[in-house]
């Protein structure tokens, strides 16, 4: 396929391979991969089925598993195109759950930036969209490696496997009085997630505890309020609502911009609560702010999003 592409590009520049410089030839693929992946793309967000795959193209699996030296990019493009279109698929259809499974081959890509860029892509994704295979295929890792990531993705996919292998990770975790510092980023603290989005009241209070100790406001803003939406526990709501409801800043620095509490707590939000007034894949104005602020005041009770 790649050759064809070239001999193409050869042929309409009247010049022989011999005379291709190594750029001019990296150039050529490059410009063909990408006439690939718009082929693809295309043909993944037909409005049927799977099964209208257009004939004499190749695969999206084999798309997806050619391990060429050449073809990490494009592969990792044919992944990204597939996350993409499975979000944007409302519901959970047979389509969607294909897709999620194709997802799941990629775990264990020989590039790391692909297995490590599907591993977080798939945490978007509710349990029923994983079919079978798919959960079979997130179990092999998770069973071969019990990380940050495939802790929080078998929360997700079974969680009550989960429970029962991360339980020994918890029994002697103690971070209360203590900043997540060097916690946020290991398998207990996902462990924590996990038992706190299962309704584990312990769990949840050393979760909040932690956050509240965490000296690096940006941090605790950027990263741990995230972390705190993963459990989708009436407490982590509560916490959220009061950071809303206070609408503090936090200064720039050297690395970053200001950090609006509210704005961050009310992205978090969105993810958490069905019926949560303001869905934005984009910062929110101060109007919509104050919408969310006023909304979260009248609330009695929170429904929160199956996930």
Known sequence: MIITGLLLLIFLSSRTYGELTEMEIDQARAIYRENQLKTVSEALRRADSMDAWPSGMDSISQFMTNETSDSRHFRWGVC????????DIEGVTEKKKELVWLLTTRLNDRSSTISGAVLSWLSDF???SFNESAKQNVKALFDAKMSRNTILLMGIVDQEYCLSKTSPLIEQADLFGHATGRFWGKAVWAALLVHAKAGDSRSVDIVLNALKHEPSESFRVKKLFRDLGYTLHPKAVEYLKAQVIADKTVPGGRDYSALSY????CLVLSTMLENFPERAG???????????KAWLLKQ??????QH
Request: glycine share 0%.
């Open 300 to 305: 009695t009770e929170w429904r929160m999003v």
């Open 80 to 87: 990204s195109e597939v996350y993409s279109c499975a979000m």
């Open 282 to 292: 984009r910062l929110y104005t101060r109007s919509e702010i104050d919408h969310c």
């Open 262 to 265: 509210a704005q961050e707590a």
């Open 126 to 128: 509710n349990a029923a």
